[in-house]
């Protein structure tokens, strides 16, 4: 079965107490994306990766980081977080240009105090 | 630059009525892609459908169906009959390459009462 996964699903932490959220896919896609989802805002983009190794900046990504070692996995870094990063943040994932659908992972609510 | 806009923030029916959710988008791009998503009082995010700038026809499926209008850089969803489990947040989103550079709505809260 086609999945994206992330974990953890709910996270309350700290500000400045470093996190990380794992995302991992098996359908062996190139692109892999980190979104960020506020009220009125929408999904806006935070980093992706064009494959293993190859990562760039989307809309967002000031106080992110991220890192593509291997092709299934793409963990987002949070060094240092701070309250207006509380959000829901997605992974998405698909198989390169002219891609039908983009497949999302099923969200981590992340809330820093 | 590329933008998308769902000026419908909230919209409440009832149970069985057709409702239209807009969405007008804009790119100086001559091909794109449209996209509408469902999100769901669960929270995931489920794909309904993909439509490039080069297909202008009408689509159905089912109690959905699409309007897409170059002319006025529209893609407007409707449902037909609508129902309870149709209750959700719809993105409507932009890709300009169809690569990965894509741009969401704000979305529109549907909430269908029995």
């Known amino acids: 079965e086609a999945q994206v996964t992330q974990n953890p699903r709910y996270l309350i932490t700290v500000t400045g107490k470093k996190l990380t959220v794992t995302c991992s896919q098996n359908?062996?896609?190139?692109?892999m994306s980190w979104y960020r989802q506020d009220p009125g805002l929408g999904l806006r983009q935070i980093y992706y990766s064009m494959n293993v190794e190859v990562t760039d900046k989307g809309d967002v990504p000031e106080g992110y980081k991220v890192s593509r070692k291997e092709k299934r996995n793409f963990p987002l870094i949070l060094e240092s977080p701070s309250p207006n990063q509380t959000s829901l943040y997605f992974c998405?994932?698909?198989?390169?240009?002219?891609?039908?659908?983009?497949?999302f992972g099923p969200g981590t609510r992340l809330t820093v105090t | 630059a590329q933008k998308v806009t769902q000026a419908q923030t909230e919209i409440s029916v009832v149970e069985k009525e057709d409702v239209t959710l807009d969405c007008v988008y804009e790119t100086r791009d001559t091909t794109y892609y449209l996209f509408w998503y469902k999100q769901p009082p669960s929270g995931e995010l489920v794909f309904l459908i993909r439509r490039n700038s080069f297909d202008e026809q009408n689509e159905i499926s089912g109690r959905y169906s699409w309007n897409f209008q170059k002319s006025t850089s529209s893609f407007n969803f409707t449902i037909t009959a609508s129902q309870v489990v149709d209750s959700a947040v719809y993105f409507c989103?932009?890709?300009?390459?169809?690569?990965?550079?894509?741009?969401f709505g704000a979305g529109t809260r549907l909430t269908v009462k029995p």
């Open positions: 989103a932009l890709d300009p390459d169809n690569n990965n550079d894509m741009r």
């Open positions: 359908m062996n896609h190139e692109y």
């Open positions: 998405a994932t698909h198989p390169g240009a002219s891609y039908y659908e983009q497949y």
